[in-house]
């Protein structure tokens, strides 16, 4: 198959419209990261979401509105407190997982009966699901394993024949995914962080909210470890990996930075080639905006061994880069 490219304009969004409408697969930009698209409510479509990506099957998507009343179709209730997050951060970075309605397929949710929804915060992203009329299931859209596309590049990359369409439109402006809140239970869970933090669904809700355990946990999490029981199926797969192998360094700054320059002179003698990830002090948001991009560059560039420094300090923003980070090297940490 090849895939067509389409630009933003009104008339290639209504292109993609139609590709979704008859039950094939756009790739198109959001706010975080470029999402792969089908049409929630036709399982046949959805299914084909998962091949192309490679990703398996219990693995749940989040569903994209355009507008809150799209919720009707989707989600069985909404609670005050759901309602009162969706009004301040929709549309935006903050994905709410919901009990899922009954037109939602089965494939859709991995089986499970809560559904993730979230409006996007991208004019181009709004545009194509109104045209659709009808919500977007999407992953990010990348081949699964791999770093989350935040240029259209990169879903070329990766799914360049295996699509029906691209809207190439602008990079991602935040670069990393959105934040995903379970709010079915008594508590407020976090079972994957993103730009929007702990603090901002605090102070918005009045309530406390609490990370999923396995979050806070730095160690290897696959489906090996048999305690390791994620509410978030995503959460225990291989993520983000570059084809270079990855180091984190953590500790002071000043010895990063030395340990750093050490294990890269030593790489070299053994004649690795090393590329290094080390952001300014606290620009958390622009670590969030460069990570996977800078992951693939040094992919790109055909490094054997990728040294990153881990961010100093690790609330808000910063503990979600630090969970891509820590994830795509495979929890392989070093302290110093
Ligand atoms: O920013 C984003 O969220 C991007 C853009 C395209 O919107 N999408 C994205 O989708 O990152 P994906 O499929 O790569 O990640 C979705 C995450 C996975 O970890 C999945 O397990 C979790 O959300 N998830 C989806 N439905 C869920 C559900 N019903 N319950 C718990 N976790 C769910
Ligand atoms: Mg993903």
Redesign the pocket.
């Known amino acids: 198959m090849q895939t067509k490219i389409l630009t933003t304009s009104n008339e290639d969004i209504k292109t993609a419209a139609e590709i979704i409408k008859s039950g094939g697969l756009v790739a198109f930009p959001?706010e975080?990261?470029?999402?792969l698209g089908a049409n929630a409510l036709d399982a046949a479509a959805v299914k084909k979401v998962y091949a192309a990506k490679g990703r398996p099957s219990d693995?749940?998507?989040?569903v994209?509105i355009a507008s809150v009343s799209d919720l009707d179709r989707l989600a069985s209730e909404r609670s005050a407190v759901a309602m009162s997050l969706m009004d301040h951060f929709w549309p935006g970075?903050l994905?709410l997982?919901l009990n899922k309605g009954q037109e939602v397929p089965d494939i859709v949710?991995g089986g499970?009966d809560?559904?993730?929804v979230?409006m996007?915060d991208d004019a181009v992203a709004l545009a194509l699901i109104t045209a659709a009329d009808r919500p977007i299931a999407?992953?990010?859209a990348n081949l699964s394993g791999k770093p989350?596309p935040t240029k259209p590049s990169h879903v070329m990359d990766d799914l360049s024949g295996k699509i029906d369409a691209i809207i190439a439109g602008n990079d991602c402006r935040v670069g990393i995914?959105?934040t995903?809140l379970?709010v079915t239970g008594e508590t407020l869970v976090i079972?994957?962080p993103g730009i929007v933090t702990k603090e901002d669904i605090e102070a918005v809700s009045g309530v406390h909210v609490e990370f999923d355990p396995a979050l806070l946990k730095e160690e290897p999490q696959n489906d090996k470890t048999e305690d390791f029981k994620p509410?978030?199926?995503?959460?225990k797969y291989k993520h983000y990996a570059p084809k270079a192998r990855m180091m984190v360094i953590e500790g002071h700054r000043d010895n990063v930075k030395s340990e750093i320059e050490r294990a890269r002179k030593q790489s070299e003698i053994t004649g690795d080639r090393v590329g290094v990830i080390l952001f300014e002090e606290k620009a958390f948001a622009e670590a969030a905006h460069d990570f996977f991009a800078k992951l693939r560059e040094l992919d790109e560039q055909g490094v054997d061994l990728i040294l990153a420094g881990a961010l100093s300090d690790t609330d808000g923003v910063g503990f979600a880069v630090m969970n891509r980070m820590l994830k795509s090297s495979g929890y392989n940490i070093v302290r110093v």
């Not at 975080?32 to 999402?35: D, F, N």
């Not at 693995?59 to 989040?62: H, K, V, Y």
């Open positions: 959001t975080t990261v470029y999402g693995n749940p998507m989040i994209h970075s994905t997982v949710t499970s809560t559904v993730a979230r996007p999407a992953p990010s989350s995914e959105s995903v379970d079972l994957r509410k978030s199926p995503g959460m």
